[in-house]
């Protein structure tokens, strides 16, 4: 029996509305789930981090780095390069004891390459421990934000804000891709998810590229007919273009190009539609796109219904959905799920269902693996990344 100095642990998350738009710079609505990546970890070594990983069945060691110190990463996928990239995003710009060293076993629920985070939950939880086993005093967002800068600087993977922060803040969490970044905290009380894993793997780095490119040339063709837009998709105020004051432009545009703006301007105002339900204000006078129809009267329903549409537009004008994900998806519906969309970058991954009840989840799972998926799971809305010190806990070889 050893002693266990720390535990630390960050959920997955589902993106539940505005899917491929935190890399356009605008917001993007996070649901927290209760499957969690957990990280128990005990006073070791000093200088060194000594890291397992339960699922991988793989084992890492690094160096501390000392302040302006960066670590070293080995490439190739390789597991520890995350926990490394946020070892240097959290203790490289701070005063830290470099004489502390860790041994740490990592056990996660959140399955790897679905669309749920995995690697986000793995981050956020390593820096939470971080955080706490060398009493830095970071809050929420600065685990977030420093969690994020591993993946996308030290690291060089093009990723949003969305699942790190949706990670470490937890909640239903609306969050803003331009500086200051604002968050924001919906009320995700009474909704119900249904989170099928697909068991079709993805890889983000495999699919956001090549959108971001498509997205670079609409606006480049945008430009060539003469609408004055900046010359990056992802400076481009897509919020405040109108689709009918710019339908001539669009219809100059070849049909990539004009489906991914188009994808574009109705995702954002289908998002500003469920941001005002999930706050209870009335969409009578917002702009609703067209094909989005709410009629329905209660949140729940109403909720589930922008679902739809957004999983509409993430298959007919994205072109991230598969027949597998599609049959999937439709037994989900005729098992009783309001609504239904696909939950990250598409192609398969994770799809997340809407339900009134969590009894409800149980007919949903056994039609979606009957349909393909590989497993799933039903949760409330749940919390962000926590930490705190155990007495004792025995760390396996």
Aim: proline content about 5%; charged content about 25%; glycine content about 8%.
């Amino acid at each position: 029996m050893h002693k266990l100095n720390w535990m630390a642990s960050a959920p997955g998350r589902a993106d539940l509305f505005n899917t491929h738009q935190d890399y356009k710079g605008l917001p993007v609505i996070s649901a927290a789930l209760n499957l969690r990546t957990r990280i128990y970890a005990q006073e070791s070594d000093p200088s060194l981090i000594r890291v397992k990983s339960d699922s991988l069945a793989q084992e890492d060691e690094f160096r501390v780095p000392d302040v302006g110190e960066p670590v070293k990463l080995r490439g190739g996928n390789w597991f520890g390069d995350y926990l490394r990239a946020v070892t240097q995003a959290v203790l490289s710009p701070r005063f830290h004891s470099q004489s502390l060293g860790l041994r740490a076993e990592i056990r996660s629920e959140v399955p790897i390459s679905s669309g749920l985070a995995s690697s986000a939950a793995l981050e956020v939880a390593f820096a939470s421990l971080l955080n706490r086993a060398f009493s830095l005093g970071l809050n929420r967002r600065d685990i977030a934000e420093a969690s994020y800068k591993a993946e996308r600087e030290i690291m060089g993977i093009p990723c949003g804000r969305l699942d790190q922060y949706g990670s470490a803040l937890g909640g239903l969490t609306m969050i803003e891709n331009r500086p200051p970044y604002r968050t924001e905290v919906l009320s995700g009380q009474g909704l119900f998810f249904v989170i099928i894993d697909s068991g079709i793997k993805h890889a983000t780095s495999s699919i956001h590229p090549v959108r971001q490119a498509e997205m670079q040339r609409a606006v480049e063709q945008l430009r060539e007919t003469g609408l004055s837009i900046p010359n990056k998709y992802d400076e481009v105020m897509w919020e405040g273009l109108d689709e009918n004051s710019i339908s001539a432009h669009l219809n100059s545009l070849d049909d990539i190009s004009q489906k991914r703006v188009i994808f574009t301007l109705r995702m954002q105002r289908s998002t500003e539609v469920a941001i005002a339900v999930l706050k209870g204000k009335p969409t009578s006078e917002l702009k609703v796109p067209p094909g989005l129809k709410l009629s329905h009267e209660d949140k729940t329903a109403q909720i589930a219904e922008v679902m739809d549409y957004q999983h509409a537009l993430l298959r007919d004008y994205y072109d991230v959905s598969t027949p597998e994900v599609e049959r999937i998806r439709e037994a989900m519906k005729e098992a009783g799920c309001l609504g239904v969309k696909i939950s990250g970058s598409g192609m398969g991954g994770a799809i997340i269902g809407l339900i009134r009840r969590p009894e409800d989840g149980k007919a949903v799972i056994t039609e979606a693996l009957h349909a393909g998926a590989a497993r799933g799971w039903v949760s409330p809305v749940a919390g962000g990344e926590l930490s705190k010190g155990q007495r004792s806990w025995k760390l396996t070889a």
